[in-house]
């Protein structure tokens, strides 16, 4: 059974960082296109950021040049740097791989 755990989650002040991350077991996670999803109170779940099994990254436009996700198939893990917050980033993130297993998502609140 494939099990997605995502953490790195946390409150932080506008303008600083944080570092996500989405550790997965049961599956052959090098061949996956593996995507970083948030939602927001109120607001439907968005696309943030998606890496293919080659490493082609795609970015939201909300979030270009201030988030970077990375992959490390020795270690079954994605992650997603986040640099400048701003205090719309605000939400629960969500891993997800080959397009159908979701994680449980992890908080994340930027305070102005």
């Known amino acids: 059974q494939v099990q997605l755990a995502e953490s790195g989650g946390g409150l932080v002040q506008a303008g600083g960082s944080l570092r996500l991350s989405c550790a997965a077991s049961?599956?052959?996670?090098?061949?996956?296109?593996l995507d970083w999803y948030r939602q927001a109170p109120g607001k439907q779940r968005e696309l943030v950021a998606t890496?293919?099994?080659?490493?082609?990254?795609h970015y939201a436009d909300s979030v270009k040049g201030r988030f970077t996700v990375s992959r490390d198939n020795a270690k079954n893990t994605m992650y997603l740097q986040m640099n400048s917050l701003k205090p719309e980033d605000t939400a629960v993130y969500y891993c997800?791989?080959?397009?159908?297993?979701w994680g449980q998502g992890t908080q994340v609140t930027v305070s102005s």
């Open positions: 997800r791989l080959g397009g159908g297993v």
């Open positions: 049961g599956t052959m996670f090098r061949i996956y296109v």
């Open positions: 890496i293919s099994s080659a490493g082609i990254t």
